[in-house]
């Protein structure tokens, strides 16, 4: 029998042709199978994906292991601290080079009174018309029409970049075409979490991971919508900021002008972490920070048009970091990502909040260090006089501390640049320079955070981001989409790195 399944797997690989494949030809198969991968990514949205959910885990982890055994791979469930990840492996040739591909399965919670559709999850397509608006369209009628968009959780925050790589599989595999290299395929199914588990799950299976490059399929265009591929990320920490006010809220009509209110010193604090200018006033905080001259003529080799950025962004003037939008990325940031004091809307009521809850976050570059500006914060709120209590204060403590305060925070992923001038760099730029021509942008970092270090630091392997869906694609917020036109370019793109040969292959 083993004898037999080998002949088989022998006659089948001879079937499968090492051939360089033209730009018209990827064009070709990729609009030939555009109904097919539309209506794969709609079926792959329609299973609920939250990373918190074992259930919808398991679900979505189900769906990725039985599509690529289909696809002829090999495929490992790896359990770290109870939580899996999947790693899908297709080996060519010992002495062919590896390269592993970073997918992101899971997406961010959904509000569905929020979404313009009755359900997040199963996808609808639209288009704008003349007047700007978005109306229903139906793909059916017009099979691939690159103008309309998906619109469902995780279209493009990242399933959709996923499924370009997926379909792209499918097609070699159609037309019998064999890979250039050895592939792995790393599918995370709790990144929007902060992928927890992910930095021991790497060191525990270095040897099982181990390859020469690192392709990341996630994270959207530069503002141009052009093709993107971008050579390191921000990193991350949050924090929590909870300020005590009374015991209980208390009437406003009894208690005004008597019992402080903690909202207006809170609101003293937090305008004081930035001057007027945008910039960070916390110590140290933009220290050690050094862009290259080399550096610099890569940020300068994007044309970027700052009043058109404003007006998309629907901004009057951006802050003072850097001379422009891509420097400003090279630095770190301190957000206030929320703010909560008693209620509003139809909830509203008269009284003095019991308490103030601001959420903030800190995206991190490689120069940065998490813990060091995160104390930071919090020597500037103990030096505008709050003392900090590990959790609700005492009636001790309320007596002797007018101003009360509990503070923590948490470190998430940590930033990575990788060299753009290097080997992988070149690599990536030839497949983008086969569909597009030079109509394509190198980003050294993009804003937001992935959780790639532990592969860099534990695998000692470059790494980069493959940009696909477009940039006003309403991210983590309702309405998520993926523009169809963007979709199948990312599944050109992967066709043309797949057929890519790397030095020494």
């Given at each position: 029998?083993?004898?037999?399944?080998?002949?088989?797997?022998?006659?089948?690989?001879?079937?499968?042709?090492?051939?360089?494949?033209?730009?018209?030809?990827?064009?070709?198969?990729?609009?030939?199978?555009?109904?097919?991968?539309?209506?794969?990514?709609?079926?792959?949205?329609?299973?609920?994906?939250?990373?918190?959910?074992?259930?919808?885990?398991?679900?979505?982890?189900?769906?990725?292991?039985?599509?690529?055994?289909?696809?002829?791979?090999?495929?490992?469930?790896?359990?770290?601290?109870?939580?899996?990840?999947?790693?899908?492996?297709?080996?060519?040739?010992?002495?062919?080079?590896?390269?592993?591909?970073?997918?992101?399965?899971?997406?961010?919670?959904?509000?569905?009174?929020?979404?313009?559709?009755?359900?997040?999850?199963?996808?609808?397509?639209?288009?704008?018309?003349?007047?700007?608006?978005?109306?229903?369209?139906?793909?059916?009628?017009?099979?691939?029409?690159?103008?309309?968009?998906?619109?469902?959780?995780?279209?493009?925050?990242?399933?959709?970049?996923?499924?370009?790589?997926?379909?792209?599989?499918?097609?070699?595999?159609?037309?019998?075409?064999?890979?250039?290299?050895?592939?792995?395929?790393?599918?995370?199914?709790?990144?929007?979490?902060?992928?927890?588990?992910?930095?021991?799950?790497?060191?525990?299976?270095?040897?099982?991971?181990?390859?020469?490059?690192?392709?990341?399929?996630?994270?959207?265009?530069?503002?141009?919508?052009?093709?993107?591929l971008t050579f390191g990320a921000r990193g991350i920490a949050t924090a929590k900021w909870r300020v005590f006010g009374p015991k209980v809220p208390l009437h406003s009509g009894q208690y005004g002008n008597y019992a402080p209110n903690p909202v207006f010193d809170a609101a003293k604090v937090i305008g004081q972490?930035?001057?007027?200018?945008?910039?960070?006033?916390?110590?140290?905080?933009?220290?050690?920070?050094?862009?290259?001259?080399?550096?610099?003529?890569?940020?300068?080799a994007i044309e970027e048009n700052e009043i058109a950025t404003n007006k998309r962004l629907g901004i009057s003037k951006r802050d003072a970091i850097g001379a422009g939008y891509q420097e400003a990325l090279q630095y770190p940031s301190l957000n206030i990502r929320g703010i909560k004091a008693a209620w509003v809307g139809a909830q509203v009521r008269t009284i003095i909040p019991a308490e103030v809850i601001v959420e903030i976050d800190m995206r991190l570059v490689p120069e940065s260090?998490?813990?060091?500006?995160?104390?930071?914060?919090?020597?500037?709120?103990?030096?505008?006089?709050?003392?900090?209590?590990?959790?609700?204060?005492?009636?001790?403590?309320?007596?002797?501390?007018?101003?009360?305060?509990?503070?923590?925070?948490?470190?998430?992923?940590?930033?990575?640049?990788?060299?753009?001038?290097?080997?992988?760099?070149?690599?990536?730029?030839?497949?983008?320079?086969?569909?597009?021509?030079?109509?394509?942008?190198?980003?050294?970092?993009?804003?937001?955070?992935?959780?790639?270090?532990?592969?860099?630091?534990?695998?000692?392997?470059?790494?980069?981001?493959?940009?696909?869906?477009?940039?006003?694609?309403?991210?983590?917020?309702?309405?998520?989409?993926?523009?169809?036109?963007?979709?199948?370019?990312?599944?050109?793109?992967?066709?043309?790195?797949?057929?890519?040969?790397?030095?020494?292959?």
């Amino acid at each position: 029998m083993k004898i037999k399944l080998l002949l088989l797997s022998l006659i089948a690989s001879s079937f499968c042709i090492a051939q360089d494949i033209s730009k018209k030809k990827i064009e070709k198969w990729t609009e030939d199978y555009s109904a097919k991968a539309v209506e794969n990514l709609s079926d792959f949205l329609s299973i609920p994906n939250n990373g918190l959910d074992p259930i919808q885990i398991q679900n979505n982890l189900n769906w990725s292991k039985s599509t690529f055994e289909d696809l002829g791979f090999t495929v490992t469930e790896i359990i770290s601290q109870g939580i899996p990840v999947l790693l899908a492996e297709k080996k060519l040739a010992p002495n062919l080079p590896t390269v592993l591909f970073y997918l992101q399965i899971d997406g961010q919670p959904v509000d569905s009174a929020q979404w313009d559709q009755e359900n997040p999850y199963i996808a609808v397509f639209k288009e704008k018309n003349k007047f700007g608006a978005w109306e229903l369209t139906d793909l059916k009628e017009k099979k691939w029409d690159k103008e309309s968009y998906i619109f469902a959780r995780s279209a493009s925050d990242s399933k959709g970049p996923a499924m370009s790589l997926i379909s792209a599989f499918q097609i070699l595999n159609e037309k019998s075409i064999a890979l250039k290299y050895n592939i792995k395929v790393l599918l995370d199914f709790q990144e929007e979490v902060g992928s927890p588990t992910l930095p021991e799950m790497v060191v525990n299976n270095k040897d099982l991971l181990q390859a020469d490059y690192l392709f990341i399929m996630d994270g959207a265009r530069h503002l141009s919508n052009k093709p993107t591929l971008t050579f390191g990320a921000r990193g991350i920490a949050t924090a929590k900021w909870r300020v005590f006010g009374p015991k209980v809220p208390l009437h406003s009509g009894q208690y005004g002008n008597y019992a402080p209110n903690p909202v207006f010193d809170a609101a003293k604090v937090i305008g004081q972490l930035k001057d007027a200018s945008g910039k960070v006033t916390l110590e140290g905080f933009y220290d050690g920070i050094d862009i290259s001259k080399k550096d610099q003529e890569f940020l300068n080799a994007i044309e970027e048009n700052e009043i058109a950025t404003n007006k998309r962004l629907g901004i009057s003037k951006r802050d003072a970091i850097g001379a422009g939008y891509q420097e400003a990325l090279q630095y770190p940031s301190l957000n206030i990502r929320g703010i909560k004091a008693a209620w509003v809307g139809a909830q509203v009521r008269t009284i003095i909040p019991a308490e103030v809850i601001v959420e903030i976050d800190m995206r991190l570059v490689p120069e940065s260090d998490g813990k060091t500006l995160m104390e930071s914060l919090k020597k500037r709120i103990q030096e505008e006089g709050y003392f900090l209590v590990d959790s609700l204060p005492t009636d001790q403590q309320r007596a002797l501390y007018p101003k009360l305060a509990n503070f923590t925070y948490k470190l998430g992923s940590k930033p990575f640049r990788t060299p753009m001038d290097s080997p992988i760099a070149d690599l990536l730029s030839t497949s983008m320079k086969k569909i597009f021509g030079d109509e394509f942008i190198l980003m050294r970092t993009t804003g937001g955070s992935q959780p790639i270090a532990p592969f860099i630091s534990t695998l000692n392997i470059p790494a980069v981001s493959i940009r696909i869906p477009n940039p006003d694609n309403n991210i983590h917020s309702p309405n998520e989409n993926i523009k169809i036109g963007n979709y199948l370019e990312g599944i050109m793109t992967c066709l043309s790195i797949l057929n890519t040969g790397i030095e020494g292959s």
